[in-house]
């Protein structure tokens, strides 16, 4: 099974308890750069915002379920994420609570999967539950 197609069962499986953002970034192996003869598209390089949401549709077509937004031209959330060329996150009270290593060798959904897992065994787990007494005076 592909990474994309892993992510995708992944956005499926824990959607009631996650919303997942693809924050698309430039193009790791553009079509006018560095290469990849497995790459599924041929893209160029970015020149312009408009080359960078052309590509980002292609993005959304694969993982609909999920909303896909667009890293500005300075490449501001690549840079303040370390993300080139690609990795995971759980961003939780606007706080990060899991960082992924970077792709492609540091890409382990498996390591977002059991994250996500066990904080649905936390949210889940009638235990933790807190009931609170009021008394009436």
């Known amino acids: 099974m592909t990474r994309l197609a892993t992510f995708q069962r992944v956005v499926r499986q824990y959607a009631d308890i996650a919303d997942f953002l693809v924050v698309y970034i430039e193009e790791a192996h553009p079509s006018d750069g560095w290469v990849s003869s497995d790459a599924p598209y ?6 312009c915002l ?12 694969e993982v609909p379920e999920s ?16 993300a080139y060329f690609e990795r995971l996150y759980i961003v939780m009270d606007e706080r990060v609570v899991y960082q992924g ?4 060798e540091g890409y382990r959904i498996s390591e ?5 897992e066990q904080y649905r065994k936390e949210v889940m787990d ?3 539950e807190v009931l609170c007494q009021t008394s009436e005076d």
């Open 126 to 128: 009638p235990q933790k």
């Open 67 to 82: 909303n896909v937004v667009v890293d500005n031209m300075d490449n501001s959330s690549n840079a303040a994420y370390g």
């Open 42 to 47: 041929q893209i160029p390089k970015h020149r």
């Open 101 to 104: 290593g970077r792709g492609p």
């Open 112 to 116: 977002l999967k059991n994250w996500l």
């Open 50 to 61: 408009e080359d960078r949401l052309r590509a980002a549709q292609l993005m959304f077509t």
